[in-house]
């Protein structure tokens, strides 16, 4: 079993660079991050070599925070920056050896045009990712927490994945908006297993620890592996406090 820290939440006061070495030391086997535009790339690339862990993914830039966005692709009229962003993931993953990009949507509130603006932004993402054999992703986000987000479901994410038909297009499968969006995690992922290219996780309802909490991940991430799931595992959760002392879960798996 492997897993992969996600620096976006986990490792987040010192910078990307040190969160990194911070990641590998604490036992994981792979990092991946939200949004790091700010910190030079070749920094980066340096902890990523030294430690020899992987980054899995990143995201492309949310906009304006400031101002509510959270993700630009299916908002109408925002085509230049949302390609903008685009084509700044794909360079930093390109330069730092990341497989995967996920392409947030934005806060669409169902606009009209949002759907055909989102799927054009991922054809346009995927003919550029392909060539540089990197993997789009789409997120499903739960409502509750994101309100108004353009894709809240897995089968809004199927739905786009089968019509746009690429195969570098993939659902990023992160069980906590999952858990709260229906539930019915093994058989869900089972069913939408040949379209999941990564898996987050994290304690539901608190977004805290796997250790506890509604769903057992002991027990469900032992079924995706038995299902043939061999890439690492995000970590994608806020530590309820001490990050070093709330990681009991990952010695666990490690067998203490
Ligand atoms: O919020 C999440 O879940 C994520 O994975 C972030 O990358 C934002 O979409
Ligand atoms: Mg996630």
Redesign the pocket.
């Known amino acids: 079993m492997r897993f992969s820290a996600n620096l976006?939440f986990l490792f987040t006061d010192p910078a990307l660079p040190d969160a990194i070495r911070a990641a590998a030391r604490a036992g994981f086997n792979a990092v991946e991050c939200?949004f790091p535009y700010a910190v030079p790339v070749a920094e980066v690339a340096a902890a990523l070599a030294e430690t020899g862990l992987p980054m899995l993914s990143l995201?492309t830039s949310p906009g304006d925070r400031a101002r509510g966005e959270f993700g630009l692709a299916a908002l109408p009229g925002r085509e230049p920056q949302a390609r903008a962003g685009i084509a700044q993931a794909l360079d930093y993953a390109a330069a730092t050896g990341t497989g995967a990009v996920?392409v947030?949507a934005g806060i669409s509130h169902g606009a009209a045009g949002a759907e055909a603006a989102f799927r054009a932004n991922l054809a346009h993402a995927c003919d550029l990712a392909a060539a540089r054999g990197i993997t789009i992703l789409i997120?499903p986000?739960n409502p509750r927490d994101v309100p108004g987000y353009h894709l809240a479901s897995l089968d809004h994410a199927l739905r786009i994945v089968a019509a746009l038909d690429r195969p570098n297009l993939k659902i990023?499968f992160?069980c906590?908006?999952m858990q709260i969006t229906g539930g019915d995690l093994l058989t869900r992922f089972r069913a939408a297993r040949d379209r999941i290219g990564h898996i987050?996780f994290a304690g539901v309802p608190d977004r805290a620890e796997p250790d506890r909490g509604e769903v057992d991940f002991r027990w469900l991430l032992s079924e995706f592996a038995a299902e043939g799931w061999t890439r690492p595992f995000g970590a994608?959760y806020r530590p309820r406090g001490d990050i070093a002392a709330g990681l009991g879960w990952l010695s666990d798996w490690r067998g203490g």
């Open positions: 976006g939200h995201n996920h947030m997120e986000l990023l992160d906590y908006h987050q994608e």
